[in-house]
């Protein structure tokens, strides 16, 4: 791709070599195949979970909240998907992740959330600790439109030993965002190597993806010690899916990451160890805008006789490092620590002009970005006391929490916003001349008006009980306070139980109350942009909430989303086979969302608008109240068959969000419902993840050989349309793009020639399954799908050689 310093050539060399090394290895001594042998991994740690409890040791299947644990190494390996987001989005029917096409920066960075929730309702924590969400706010897509997310593909998956999921609210426990759950990424603590080399690509023959892994980790001390590092680095070629005729492209981005993590401990002495962590990530993405025709005040014909599409390129860059120590004291475990990261993303758009320019208009700018950085300051205690009367035991946990975040947005070149009124453009109907627009088209860089440096603190406090009441059941409580210095203070609790008086079953629930603070994103991000509605250009202001044009409509400040979470269901294990079930409801107020348009010719409001030179408007507001029921359900079974043994694994989720009441307006627009939700929002709200959702997997193992099938189930989803744009959100019978339920079925191969070295072959979507054709005229995309379900790309096959000592 044309905006990456390490060309794909040189990748396809460094993958032969990568093979060839691999393949050499075969050739070592035994010695030092036997050498590897002795280090033993202990397997059960894939049962213990950290997220949820405060106490150490305790398993997945005896936590009075749902917890899935993925082990990342052992399905990344079965697997045609390289990026965290895609291979969750297959493993976990909770979790769900979409790429999006033509949507600007959305296109680089991939929301992903659980219970069809937002992206910015679900916190995640590396090692337990917080960490930092994206700089970029989605404006545009099917998916998260209005939210923030955290970018789990700055993450290497080589870097991972597994990804703990607690299915519930824990805002109570974790604080803002763990209102969907939390998505804890253990990092790898292991000694040794492991190394990969994988390629594929689609069946179209575009969409080439080749990824090299390492991660090696060695001792420090005798004690424990270790030091643990992996680098990735993957590149991802576009794809096309375009109608026929269509001048753009139409499908994923061209990426080039690089992402490097290190993980270690060094113990001091029996009680106290030191701990640190942290990761580099730079990523350079290119994606097409929408076309300009050659007869259009936007494209200089002098340059652009035949028309032409601009290129959105991005260059993301994220940083993060924890250290901390772990101590005790009197009995009292102490963890102290400080954690630090941030995200930038620049845009660089190339392949386009500032039409006000005319034919001396350069064809590339520097669009400008923005910045989110985050640092994260904790001491926790625990203690567990026992020897009481009444109760076997209490475990006690408590700790405080310090909080800065900022927020920037830089500024582009000039030519990239503004506006020289050196050219002309002629209409060839009417004969009316008028000057061309400016700014770099595709995207208009931000101005200095936009510049911004903002930033907020927070402190926090909390308690965590877990009663151990009797041998059969555990009660636990939390209760959480917070202050933030820009909205004020909020307090949440959380009580739960677990009981496994019925042999081998454990009864469980939840009831719980959380919040989500507004992101700095949501408060301050502002732009000028040109928008596409049903393929017309029409330049809209992003306004920030405590802006000029938000004043003057009387749009009210950003307050916290609140939420009130219910759960009860059980895990068994009978026999061979674990089985958990749980039913769960989650109730938000004051949800932030993204409004409609605002023109400038409304008849109440449009002289504001033309006051401030504005032609179209949204804004960020609390405006509705959701309603989330649902039931998740796992089962796992495990037996001998023939001379070699079957794993098989179902997990289903249903889920359907719905608003629950009025859509809330303020101020001036009080009574323009229409304008703030419409049936068009409301449909990607409650419709962009589906309701129904299960994988079914078998693994299979005979020797040497193994194989692995699983079947991904993707349930209907409804979208809205453009002509769903205006009508009223309670309105029925109202037009959408209907997808109809699909099956998206993948099968590897795999088999290891030693000890140290495996190969693996396989394919996605073996079935070439696409979602259901739409009109492009309908669609966010402009193509003849929306990014829902399983994608558009059809099936992929791959190739990978995998070293391990």
Request: proline fraction near 3%; aromatic fraction near 10%; glycine fraction near 10%.
């Amino acid at each position: 791709m044309t905006t990456s310093s390490f060309p794909l050539s040189k990748i396809n060399k460094l993958i032969q070599l990568g093979l060839f090394a691999m393949t050499g290895t075969c050739l070592l001594p035994a010695a030092q195949a036997a050498e590897a042998d002795t280090q033993v991994v202990d397997q059960k740690i894939e049962s213990i979970s950290v997220i949820g409890t405060r106490r150490a040791s305790r398993v997945d299947t005896d936590t009075p909240v749902p917890v899935d644990i993925v082990p990342m190494d052992q399905i990344a390996a079965k697997s045609g998907q390289l990026d965290i987001g895609q291979l969750l989005n297959f493993a976990a029917p909770s979790f769900n992740s979409n790429r999006q096409a033509g949507s600007d920066g959305s296109d680089h960075i991939d929301a992903a959330s659980l219970r069809g929730l937002g992206p910015d309702q679900v916190l995640v924590l590396i090692n337990g600790k917080r960490r930092h969400t994206s700089s970029l706010i989605n404006v545009f897509g099917s998916r998260a439109r209005g939210n923030v997310g955290t970018d789990l593909n700055t993450i290497p998956v080589v870097a991972i030993k597994r990804i703990e999921i607690l299915r519930d609210g824990a805002a109570a426990q974790y604080g803002s965002d763990a209102i969907a759950g939390v998505i804890n990424i253990v990092l790898k603590d292991k000694i040794g190597l492991d190394a990969s080399v994988t390629t594929g690509q689609y069946t179209q023959g575009d969409g080439q993806s080749n990824q090299i892994a390492l991660n090696y980790g060695f001792e420090l001390n005798s004690d424990g010690g270790f030091f643990n590092v992996s680098g990735e680095y993957t590149t991802r070629d576009k794809t096309d899916r375009a109608p026929e005729g269509e001048h753009r492209v139409i499908g994923d981005s061209d990426v080039d990451n690089a992402s490097l993590m290190f993980n270690a401990e060094l113990p001091v002495d029996d009680k106290t160890t030191l701990y640190a962590f942290g990761g580099l990530n730079d990523r350079q993405g290119l994606a097409g805008a929408w076309y300009r025709a050659p007869i259009d005040e936007r494209t200089v014909p002098e340059i652009y006789p035949n028309g032409f599409v601009p290129d959105i390129g991005t260059s993301i860059d994220d940083k993060s490092l924890a250290v901390g120590v772990r101590s005790e004291l009197n009995d009292w475990a102490i963890d102290f620590s400080n954690t630090y990261g941030s995200n930038k993303m620049k845009y660089f758009i190339s392949n386009t002009a500032n039409a006000s320019l005319g034919a001396s208009s350069p064809t590339s700018f520097d669009a400008g970005g923005f910045q989110f950085s985050q640092n994260t300051t904790n001491i926790d205690f625990s203690r567990y006391f026992d020897g009481f009367d009444a109760i076997e035991g209490v475990n006690v946990a408590s700790g405080l929490e310090y909080r800065k975040e900022s927020y920037q947005i830089f500024a582009g070149e000039e030519g990239s916003w503004k506006n020289y009124q050196m050219a002309e453009f002629t209409d060839p109907d009417t004969g009316e001349v008028s000057k061309r627009p400016g700014g770099a088209q595709g995207f208009p860089g931000f101005q200095p008006s936009n510049e911004l440096d903002r930033s907020r603190s927070n402190i926090s406090a909390y308690v965590d009980l877990e009663f151990q009441l009797t041998a059969d059941t555990l009660v636990t409580s939390a209760i959480r306070g917070e202050h933030y210095s820009d909205f004020g203070s909020t307090v949440n609790g959380k009580l739960s139980f677990a009981n496994s008086s019925l042999e081998d079953i454990v009864l469980r629930g939840s009831a719980s109350t959380g919040f989500r603070a507004p992101s700095l994103q949501q408060r301050y991000y502002n732009q000028v942009i040109t928008d596409f509605v049903a393929g017309q250009p029409v330049d809209t202001v992003y306004e920030s909430n405590d802006g000029k044009l938000a004043k003057a409509l009387g749009i009210p400040s950003l307050k916290e989303e609140e939420s009130v979470n219910l759960s009860l269901g059980m895990t068994a294990r009978l026999g061979d086979v674990t089985l958990s079930v749980d039913a769960y409801q989650i109730s938000i107020k004051d949800r932030v969302v993204l409004t409609g348009k605002f023109y400038s010719d409304d008849e109440d409001i449009g002289h504001i608008l033309q006051d401030l030179n504005v032609g179209a408007a949204q804004f960020f507001t609390n405006a509705i109240d959701t309603k989330t029921r649902g039931v998740d359900l796992t089962l796992s079974h495990e037996m001998d068959l023939g001379e070699g043994s079957l794993k098989s694994f179902l997990s289903a989720n249903y889920n359907k969000t719905e608003i629950d009441g009025q859509i809330k307006t303020a101020g001036l627009l009080q009574g323009k419902e229409v304008n703030y939700f419409d049936a068009r929002e409301r449909s990607f709200l409650e419709g962009g993840a589906p309701d129904t959702k299960f994988a079914l997997s078998f693994d299979y193992e005979l020797g040497d050989f193994s194989t692995s099938l699983r079947t991904t189930y993707f349930g209907d989803v409804s979208m809205g349309t453009w002509s769903a744009e205006g009508t009223p959100f309670d309105a029925t019978d109202v037009p959408t793009q209907s997808y109809g339920a699909k099956f998206s079925t993948d099968l590897s191969f795999s088999y290891r020639l030693n000890d140290n070295l495996s190969f693996t072959v396989g394919g996605s979507n073996l079935f070439d399954v696409y979602p259901d054709k739409q009109d492009p005229d309908e669609t966010e995309t402009g193509g003849l799908y929306e990014s829902v379900q399983m994608g558009f790309n059809g099936a992929y096959y791959y190739a990978r050689a995998s070293l391990s000592f």
